[in-house]
């Protein structure tokens, strides 16, 4: 969930993307060859390339750094409720596709990263003043669209355990 706090005069949008839609769009034969598949996903993959283009991201220790350890996840899940299919692949995240040849790895990543945002797939929020935003991660990826340095956004973020992806 996403509460807005303090809000720019400009940007400060959230995206999210439908991996349902995402997934369910692709052709039957990519889903055949992605459904066995699974990819490792670093949170540090990406991080000071996001941060060097926003100067309110923290500059991460070296004790924290230590803490974050990749995680090998379905490129495909299943949600646990509803039974659907999702897209889970994510550009800022994913790294590689696991056993695969890493130029065959970067491809397919291209392809699915490409897919998991297409803009028929995305919301995009603007936000109010004590705007809250409650989503489903397991369905959807959300990201900031950008606001300009000199302006301030601040969220309050609550997130909620969910489960282990399969």
């Known amino acids: 969930m996403l509460h807005a706090q303090e809000l720019p005069s400009e940007g400060g949008d959230t995206l999210f ?10 052709s039957p034969a990519l889903q055949q060859r992605i459904l066995p598949l699974k ?4 949170y540090l993959a990406k991080y000071e390339e996001l941060r060097a283009k926003n100067p309110w ?3 991460l220790s070296q004790a924290q750094i230590d803490q974050v350890a990749p995680a090998v996840q379905p490129v495909v899940r299943t949600h646990p409720e509803t ?3 999702a897209l889970f692949v994510s ?5 590689r596709i696991v056993g695969l040849p890493q130029e065959e790895s970067d491809a397919l990543l291209a392809e699915l990263f490409a897919q998991s945002v297409k803009p028929e797939f995305v919301y995009r929020h603007q ?3 004590h705007d809250l ?6 369905s959807l990826m959300h990201l900031a669209a950008g ?3 000199h302006l301030r956004r601040r969220l309050n973020r609550t997130t909620i355990v969910g489960d282990t992806p399969f």
């Open 17 to 26: 993307a439908d991996q349902h839609l995402a997934w369910e769009s692709l």
């Open 39 to 42: 990819a490792e996903h670093s």
């Open 57 to 59: 991201r923290p500059k």
């Open 83 to 85: 039974g659907r299919k």
């Open 91 to 95: 550009e800022h995240f994913t790294t």
């Open 127 to 129: 936000w109010a003043p």
């Open 133 to 138: 935003v409650f989503w489903d991660n397991r």
């Open 147 to 149: 606001t300009p340095d």
